[in-house]
């Protein structure tokens, strides 16, 4: 199986804005944001979908998720995080957590063809940073 953009950013080939990491699993910002703070939570073995990882992996990495919401709640002062896991823009498992507190927030879509905001994606990191 080739390297997902995920995997590349796990080996630390392509660079990201991580908030979040353990021997399993790494969360970090989504460079195409629905909402400020919209964060990615993978395993670090690459598998297609998250059906897919055997128990262990699984419940590791919705430790992971559940740990990285209740951060988010706290440091983006949102009344929700919600969770979406779609699969099918990256073939590797993920689910996708975004702060929110009305539901026209969380059904905003993505503007993929959008510069990433950098600057704004470092400073929202560091806040969200487990140290």
Same mark, same amino acid.
């Given at each position: 199986?080739?390297?997902?953009?995920?995997?590349?950013?796990?080996?630390?080939?392509?660079?990201?804005?991580?908030?979040?990491?353990?021997? @399993?699993?790494?969360?970090?910002?989504?460079?195409?944001?629905?909402?400020?703070?919209? @964060?990615?939570?993978?395993?670090?073995?690459?598998?297609?979908?998250?059906?897919?990882?055997?128990?262990?992996?699984?419940?590791?990495?919705?430790?992971?998720?559940?740990?990285?919401?209740?951060?988010?709640?706290?440091?983006?002062?949102?009344?929700?995080?919600?969770?979406?896991?779609?699969?099918?823009?990256?073939?590797?498992?993920?689910?996708?957590?975004?702060?929110?507190?009305?539901?026209?927030?969380?059904? @905003?879509?993505?503007?993929?063809?959008?510069?990433?905001?950098?600057?704004?994606?470092?400073?929202?990191?560091?806040?969200?940073?487990?140290?």
């Amino acid at each position: 199986m080739q390297d997902s953009v995920f995997t590349k950013i796990i080996k630390g080939e392509l660079p990201s804005f991580k908030v979040y990491e353990d021997d @399993t699993t790494l969360a970090f910002l989504d460079i195409h944001p629905i909402q400020p703070g919209h @964060t990615l939570v993978i395993p670090k073995k690459q598998v297609e979908f998250v059906w897919d990882l055997d128990e262990e992996d699984y419940l590791n990495l919705m430790k992971t998720v559940k740990k990285v919401s209740k951060r988010l709640k706290e440091v983006m002062q949102t009344k929700y995080v919600g969770a979406q896991v779609i699969g099918v823009d990256v073939p590797h498992a993920h689910v996708n957590l975004i702060p929110f507190s009305t539901v026209e927030e969380f059904r @905003t879509s993505q503007d993929m063809d959008s510069k990433p905001d950098n600057s704004e994606l470092e400073k929202i990191a560091a806040r969200i940073k487990f140290n």
